[in-house]
């Protein structure tokens, strides 16, 4: 346990926050929240493992960059055999957590917690041999923290500016969760706080990254370094004390601007993760709702694709402009939107796979516009509030304005709505035995002593399990 000498007296801030992620304790956690990150944690387990199917290209990629940089065998890259140390872990999971782009997120600090925390927290779990109580515990605490620190840059900002905020802030969010398992105290905690904002980055030029690699390599890097940073200060390693205040803080280098009260409103009796949407889509959060009114329009107007003249999509004006005729299709509402009229679903496969050699995908996604409406504005970025028109060929118009979609705590998912998505996103990785027995374990993660009774589970690939993923294309030297 490391705990040096006490913090800077103009670290006031950074002291009062880093204090919440050493105290706070498991049994402080309400029966509703534990129950909470519970679904959370098995649903971001899904969305990683999916990205681990032979259908995708990232994993040879990653597989390839794990056999070569070796490392420490702390902990597994899930989906394979394949093991590595703690900080390349959190790196790689991190990536796979978000690479399907159908985890959860906290809307109003457009943060992808799950897919950052997650990961860090099961890879030093599996170095130190945390109980589930402590892994949940960090889970909670690095979520609060990402959401937080995001909502006190002001993520509207942090895109405004090129940064991805659920990269920048969720650095904090996995040093929080590691900086616990290592049992980082005092200013050693503080230095990591430092740290962590010292190596913060991630910048939306993934945008123009047709491979769909750079945009997940952003959680990856804030869960990778988040777990640096604090292995780091359990070495011993010094950083900035006061990351928040001082000549050089935080907000003066991403947005200029500072929200105290957003990091300290509620704090250790509201938590974030109560806060987040489960998605149903693979694509940008921001098109949910409208993909929620569109498909509610031709199931209850029985309305046909080939009966759609044109379709309207109105979104908040301060952020429209990331899913108006994005040329990476899982933010292009033209794109996704007809996709979905003419299948009924929107899978990361058709996201990765252009499906607009159909002509009438092609066609339909012609006749969608986009339209920022200031009046959306005052629900933004807590909610994405979105209004879809669609017009038919005989002139009728049918209207639906949706501000919580299917997966927000106001309209969340059911049991075995989850459980069914699990299992359609693994069904080419894990069989449906290793399935089961995956979400009986997390149901009951605060009662296991050691967490690696969970992620043995999630290292599919081992002699003799028989399940696919991406261990099948393991690189040859």
């Known amino acids: 346990m490391i705990n040096n000498s006490s913090p800077m007296p103009d670290a006031e801030q950074t002291d009062r926050f880093a204090r919440f992620v050493e105290d706070f304790a498991f049994d402080e956690i309400p029966s509703t929240v534990l129950a909470r990150t519970k679904d959370v944690v098995y649903d971001g387990l899904g969305a990683l493992l999916s990205a681990t199917s032979g259908r995708y290209d990232i994993g040879p990629v990653v ?23 703690c900080a390349t872990a959190a790196l790689v999971n991190g990536t796979l957590g978000y690479y399907c782009d ?65 990269c920048v802030a969720g650095a904090f969010g996995a040093m929080a969760a590691a900086g616990r398992l290592f049992e980082v105290r005092g200013a050693a905690l503080r230095h990591a706080f430092g740290l962590a904002g010292t190596e913060t980055s991630g910048l939306l030029a993934w945008a123009s990254d047709p491979t769909e690699h750079s945009r997940p390599y952003n959680m990856g890097l804030a869960s990778g370094r988040g777990v640096v940073a604090a292995h780091l200060a359990s070495c011993g390693f010094g950083g900035p004390p006061a990351i928040f205040e001082g000549k050089y803080p935080l907000g003066h280098a991403f947005t200029g601007e500072w929200h105290e009260d957003e990091l300290f409103r509620d704090l250790g009796e509201q938590f ?8 149903q889509y693979a694509c940008c959060a921001f098109i949910h709702p409208g993909l929620d009114g569109l498909l509610d329009i031709l199931n209850a107007e029985r309305v046909r694709p080939e009966e759609i003249r044109g379709i309207t999509l109105r979104f908040p004006l301060s952020g429209y402009r990331i899913i108006d005729g994005n040329p990476l299709r899982s ?4 794109y996704v939107l007809a996709l979905a009229a003419h299948k009924g679903v ?69 049991r075995a709505e989850r459980v069914a998505k699990f299992s359609r996103l693994t069904r080419d990785v894990v069989t449906s035995d290793r399935a089961r027995e ?4 997390v149901g009951r993660l605060e ?25 099948a294309h393991r690189h040859s030297r």
Do not use: W
Not at 272 to 279: A, D, I, N, Q, R
Not at 331 to 334: D, E, G, K, R, Y
Not at 379 to 407: A, F, L, M, Q, W
Not at 450 to 471: A, F, N, W
């Open 438 to 441: 995956i979400a009986e374990v």
């Open 447 to 471: 009662e296991l002593a050691d967490i690696t009774d969970l992620t043995r589970l999630l290292c599919v690939g081992r002699p003799g399990q028989g399940e696919g993923g991406m261990h």
């Open 102 to 166: 159908i985890e959860s997120h906290h809307p109003g600090a457009i943060m992808h917690a799950i897919a950052i925390v997650g990961p860090a927290a099961l890879a030093v779990g599996e170095r130190m041999r945390s109980s589930g109580r402590d892994v949940l515990a960090a889970i909670v605490v690095g979520i609060d923290v990402a959401c937080r620190v995001s909502s006190a840059l002001n993520p509207a900002t942090l895109y405004a500016r090129g940064f991805h905020p659920s």
């Open 63 to 85: 597989a390839r960059f794990v056999e070569e940089i070796g490392g420490t065998p702390d902990a597994s890259i899930f989906g394979t055999p394949l093991r590595t140390s």
């Open 331 to 334: 933010h292009c509402a033209q």
């Open 272 to 279: 974030k993760v109560m806060e987040l949407c489960e998605k």
């Open 346 to 414: 929107v899978e990361f496969y058709d996201i990765l796979h252009d499906q607009r050699s159909d002509e009438r995908i092609a066609s339909l996604s012609r006749r969608i516009r986009v339209i920022g409406d200031a009046g959306l504005d005052r629900t933004y970025p807590e909610v994405y509030r979105s209004v879809v028109d669609i017009e038919t060929v005989d002139g009728r118009h049918h209207v639906r304005d949706v501000t919580h979609p299917k997966g927000s705590p106001q309209h969340p998912l059911t």
